[in-house]
C-alpha cells in the first residue's frame, strides 16, 4: 500500500480497513515485517520493533520502552504502575493479500479508528505570570505517540511469521479450544501466508503450528519527538479546568491565536487536552499544543502566553453573539 504519514496510514492502512486504490477496493490484511530489506524481497525475516508503551492513570504522562526495559513507575509524578502499561509494533508498512477478489464498489470503503495521540513534554512546571492563574511547561523534545488499537481497542493479533494480522475479537469464543479462544476467527485454523508466492509451494504460513508466532493484544503505533507545550489554567477561585469540552475549546482558540502571534499557518501547530496531576495534587485538563513538524514552534511560546491567551479571547468573544465560528 502506498506510503503515508503516520496518522493517515493507520487511520487508511490499519488491517481490517478496505481502501480505494486506482478504483478499486482493497483489504489491508496485514503489515509487511521488511526493516532493511526492499518490500519485494521475498522470505525476508527480520526482527520486528516490538517495544511497550504506558500512560500514567494519575498525572497523565506518558512514554515508550524498549520490551526489555523495567517500567515499574511514572518518570514524572512517580506512581507505580498497575495494568497500564501496552505492547506496540512500529509497521515499516501495510499490505493486502495478493490472493483475495477484489472490486469496484467504493461504498464499502472504511476506516480503522485511530486512538487520541498520546502527547508528552518533559520538564518541570512553571507558573504563569500570576501563579494563582495556572502554570506551564514547554520542551523540545516532547513527544507524540500516534497508534491503533483496532476496532475493539484490544490491539491486533499478528502473526510474525507473515505478517498477517487481524483485529482482536471483542470477546473470546468459549466454543474454540482454550489455546485459541482469545485470537481472531482467522487465527484459530491455519492460514495463508500474506505475500510470498503461492505455486507449488504450500500457501500455509509456518507460524500457524507455532503458538509463539502469533502475536496477540498488540497495538500498531509510532513514537514522534516534537516541540511540545502544555498550559494549565486555573479560574478566578484557582479551580482546574475539570470539563474535557471546555478545555478543548479553549485549546483550539488557543492554537489559533499561538499560530497568529507566530506568524504561521494554523496547520502546522496540532491541539489537544490530556488528563493531569500537578504537583500540588490538583486533577484536571492540561490544554497542550505541538509541532506537527517540529519546527521549533511550540516551544519558542513561553514568553509570549500572555500575548497568545489575551489573542484567544478576542476569538471567542463574538461582536453578535450567534457566531458558529467562535
Not at 502473526?159 to 481472531?184: I, S, V
Not at 495463508?192 to 507449488?200: E, N
Not at 517540529?294 to 471567542?316: E, F, N, P, Q, T
Request: aromatic share 8%.
Amino acid at each position: 500500500l502506498p506510503s503515508r504519514d503516520t496518522v493517515t496510514a493507520l487511520r487508511e492502512y490499519a488491517p481490517g480497513a478496505k481502501v480505494v486504490i486506482d478504483g478499486l477496493v482493497y483489504k489491508s490484511a496485514g503489515i509487511t515485517l521488511n526493516w532493511h530489506a526492499p518490500a519485494s524481497a521475498q522470505n525476508v525475516k527480520e526482527i520486528q520493533s516490538i517495544r511497550r508503551t504506558w500512560r500514567c492513570r494519575e498525572c497523565g504522562s506518558s512514554g515508550t520502552a524498549g520490551s526489555a526495559e523495567e517500567i515499574t513507575h511514572c518518570t514524572d509524578c512517580g506512581s507505580v504502575f498497575s495494568g497500564n502499561i501496552s505492547e506496540y509494533l512500529e509497521p515499516a508498512g501495510f499490505a493486502v493479500d495478493f490472493y483475495e477478489p477484489v472490486d469496484n464498489d467504493i461504498s464499502t470503503q472504511c476506516f480503522i479508528p485511530v486512538e487520541q495521540p498520546w502527547i508528552n513534554a518533559t520538564g518541570n512546571w512553571m507558573p504563569l505570570a500570576n501563579p494563582a492563574l495556572g502554570s506551564y511547561r514547554s520542551s523540545s523534545a516532547g513527544t507524540v505517540f500516534n497508534h491503533s488499537a483496532g476496532v475493539s481497542h484490544s490491539g491486533y493479533a499478528i502473526c510474525l511469521e507473515c505478517g498477517r494480522a487481524e483485529p482482536m475479537p471483542t470477546q473470546a469464543d468459549n466454543d474454540a479450544p482454550p489455546e485459541t479462544r482469545h485470537l481472531p476467527k482467522l487465527f484459530r485454523t491455519p492460514h495463508h501466508r500474506l505475500r510470498g508466492a503461492q505455486g507449488t509451494d504450500s500457501p500455509e504460513c509456518k507460524g500457524s503450528h507455532n503458538p509463539y508466532s502469533i502475536k496477540p493484544n498488540l497495538m500498531l503505533g509510532q513514537e514522534a519527538y516534537t516541540d511540545v507545550l502544555e498550559l494549565q489554567l486555573n479560574d478566578l477561585q484557582g479551580h482546574c479546568i475539570s470539563e474535557p469540552v471546555v478545555a478543548y475549546s479553549l485549546a483550539v482558540a488557543f492554537r489559533s491565536a499561538v499560530s497568529g502571534v507566530l506568524g504561521v499557518e494554523e496547520s502546522e501547530i496540532g491541539c489537544d487536552i490530556k488528563p493531569i496531576r500537578l504537583p500540588t495534587k490538583i486533577t484536571g485538563y492540561a490544554i497542550v499544543i505541538y509541532d506537527r513538524n517540529a519546527s521549533g514552534y511550540c516551544s519558542s511560546v513561553s514568553d509570549r502566553i500572555r500575548d497568545a491567551l489575551m489573542d484567544a479571547r478576542k476569538l471567542l468573544e463574538c461582536p453578535v453573539g450567534q457566531c458558529h465560528s467562535a
